[in-house]
């Protein structure tokens, strides 16, 4: 009699990870193994912000919601919430991380909402100052945090301080935050934002920009939602795929513009992304790492219904059931 074993074998070649499920026959005659492929496509996890928690809510019944939706982890915005802030103490975040852990959950990635009024390309040398300050503690917190990535808003481009004055500061501070983010084994994810930024537009751009940084911690935090107006997520993904730190979903109506209140971004499969080719595009760059959904709170009424929804949209996403 042959004894039938299912073994599993991981193995990595040239940077990519394999993974099959092996089929063994033991026995006293004979013994053979044949392979079927598991796609690692299906090791994706799966993450909201905590900037999507309701207001008034508090974090646990957040987090408790986020665990609910069979999600395995949470985003953290530093400057968002009341419980992530410049001056929460490391003892205060070991208890942010201790909520999380006590939920079910882990922490993604760490955030700031602080970039747009605080970026490291500011003239003023205490915005700038300000800014590399909040980025540090972007790094500190991660470490505590137990995540090896943040996301930052690299340069803002306006009338007074002109495209290549940003593009020179911005190199130059992210080239010593890499060194900084190196030694505490973070990645500096830079967030493609949409053409309000007036910076890095297009993924030749940003894949040039990255080239000049150099640093090996220092990348691109994806975001599939920011290209309505700037091209198309599959292309951005092919060009800068293997510096990918972490992917942003949500979906965009590419026939609005910002105007009032009509937001361009809605939740997933509703607006007009090509999600195939962005899932086919992630395969081809071999990113199996977090997808995590930041977007804009829509429901007017049962807001965690779009957890919900947006849970269940990033599993058919995942499991290519599209």
Known sequence: MSDIRFIPIEFNLEGFNYQFKCTCYVGT?????????????????KAFGDNLIPDGWSLEKGLDLIKKTGCDGVELWLGGKPWFQMNTSDAGVQELLRKVHDAGLVVSDVCNTLDWDENLSARDPKLQAAAIRHVERQIETARMLETDAILVVAGLVTEEIPYNEVYARTRENLQKLGETAAKAKVKIGCENCCSEQRFLISAREFWQFLNDVNHPNVGLHMDVGNIHDTG???QWIEINGPRITRVHVKDVLRHRGRCGQESVYTNLFLGNNNWPAIRAAL??????GWIIAEMEAVYKYAPDQQFYDTAAAMDRFIHGRL
Not at 29 to 45: D, L
Not at 283 to 288: G, I, L, R, S
Request: net charge negative; charged share 25%; with cysteine.
């Open 232 to 234: 198309f997520p599959e």
């Open 29 to 45: 005659h004979s013994a053979g193994i044949c392979s079927e492929p598991v796609s690692w496509f299906h090791s994706m996890k």
């Open 283 to 288: 395969e081809k760059v071999h990113y199996d």
